[in-house]
C-alpha cells in the first residue's frame, strides 16, 4: 500500500511541477481581485475589515456574491414556489449589494457585485465564480460544533478543498449578539508553514508580498517528520531575508497540523499561509490533510494555495 501511494505521489507531482513557479509578480497580480462570498449575517461581513490590509497589498477590486443555497430546499413539501423564492430572494439580494457597494465606495474600495445570482450549491458556485473571476477568495468561517464539522464539512472547507485560487479563511467567533475575528493586522506577523514540498515552495511569493505590505516579520515553520534536504526550506529564508524581511526559523517534530497550530500560538502570528497539498498529498486525500485540519481548527486567518 505504502508503495502504491508513493508510485502515485510522485506521479502526481511530476505533472503538477510545471504548475508551480510563481513569482512575486504572480501574488501582486492574484491579490488585485478578490472574491468575497457573503450571506449578509454579521458573522460573514466580518472579514470585510480585512479588505484594508489588501488593499495595502495591491488589492483594486473586490467582487461580492451570494448563492442561493438550493441544497437546504431538499425535501420541501410539494406546493411551496421555488422560483417565486429565488426571485424574492435575488431582489433582496441585489438590494444589499448595492447598498454594500457603496459603503464600500466610501471605503475607498472599488466593488461590483456577480449577476445574476447564482443560485445552487455554494461551494460549487463560489469555486466557479473565484475561476471566472480568476480572483483570491476571502470569506469568514464559523464553526457549528465539532460532530457537524466533521461530518458535513463547512462552506469554506469546501471552498478550501475544491478552489483552485488561493483561499484565505477568517475564522469568526460570535459571543452574544457581536461576530469578532481574533486578528486586527491580517499581515503584522505571518506564519509560514514550509514541508519542503513544491507546493509549499509555491507559497514564498505570496508571503514575501504579504510580508512586505505588513509587519516584514515570517515565522518560517518546517514541521520535521523525517530526514529530508532542507535546500528550499534555506532558499526561502534567503529570499525573505534579502527582501528586507525578519525572519525567525522553527523547526519542530510531531504531528504536522498541530504542531503549525501550536506555533502559531506561541509566536502570536495574525496568519498562516500554507499550501493545499504537500509532500503527504495522496494520504490527505484519504484520511485528511493538514491543510484541512488547520483551517478546521486555527483560531487566526489561514491563507491556502492552489
Not at 515570517?218 to 532558499?235: C, P, Q, Y
Not at 498541530?258 to 498562516?272: D, P, R, S, Y
Request: charge should be neutral; include cysteine.
Amino acid at each position: 500500500m505504502q508503495f502504491a501511494l508513493s508510485v502515485l505521489r510522485e506521479y502526481c507531482f511530476e505533472r503538477i511541477l510545471k504548475k508551480l513557479k510563481y513569482t512575486g509578480k504572480d501574488a501582486i497580480a492574484m491579490l488585485e481581485r478578490v472574491l468575497y462570498p457573503t450571506d449578509f449575517s454579521d458573522c460573514a461581513n466580518e472579514a470585510m475589515r480585512y479588505l484594508v490590509d489588501l488593499k495595502s497589498a495591491g488589492l483594486e477590486e473586490v467582487v461580492l456574491v451570494r448563492v442561493i443555497n438550493l441544497t437546504k430546499l431538499v425535501g420541501v413539501t410539494s406546493g411551496f414556489d421555488i422560483d417565486a423564492w429565488i426571485r424574492s430572494e435575488e431582489e433582496e439580494t441585489i438590494k444589499r449589494f448595492e447598498e454594500l457597494v457603496e459603503s464600500l465606495k466610501d471605503r475607498g474600495i472599488k466593488a461590483r457585485f456577480i449577476s445574476p445570482v447564482p443560485a445552487g450549491d455554494p461551494v460549487s458556485e463560489i469555486v466557479k465564480a473565484a475561476e471566472s473571476e480568476d480572483a483570491l477568495i476571502l470569506m469568514a468561517s464559523r464553526g457549528k460544533g465539532l460532530l457537524k464539522e466533521i461530518l458535513l464539512g463547512s462552506v469554506s472547507e469546501g471552498v478550501v478543498r475544491k478552489s483552485t485560487k488561493p483561499v484565505i479563511v477568517v475564522k469568526v467567533k460570535k459571543r452574544g449578539d457581536e461576530c469578532s475575528s481574533k486578528v486586527e493586522k491580517l499581515f503584522a506577523r505571518i506564519l509560514y508553514a514550509h514541508d519542503l514540498s513544491e507546493y509549499s515552495h509555491g507559497v514564498l511569493g505570496y508571503v514575501k508580498h504579504a510580508a512586505l505590505s505588513g509587519g516584514r516579520e515570517v515565522v518560517l515553520l518546517h514541521v520535521r517528520e523525517e530526514e529530508r534536504d532542507k535546500a528550499k526550506l534555506e532558499e526561502a529564508r534567503k529570499e525573505l531575508e534579502e527582501g528586507g524581511i525578519r525572519v525567525k526559523v522553527v523547526i519542530r517534530e510531531g504531528v504536522p497540523h498541530k504542531q503549525i497550530l501550536q506555533v502559531a500560538e506561541e509566536e502570536k502570528v495574525t496568519l498562516i499561509m500554507m499550501g493545499s497539498r504537500g509532500l503527504g498529498f495522496v494520504e490527505g486525500m484519504l484520511v485528511g490533510s493538514t491543510t484541512d485540519a488547520v483551517v478546521r481548527h486555527s483560531e487566526i486567518p489561514v491563507f491556502v494555495h492552489h
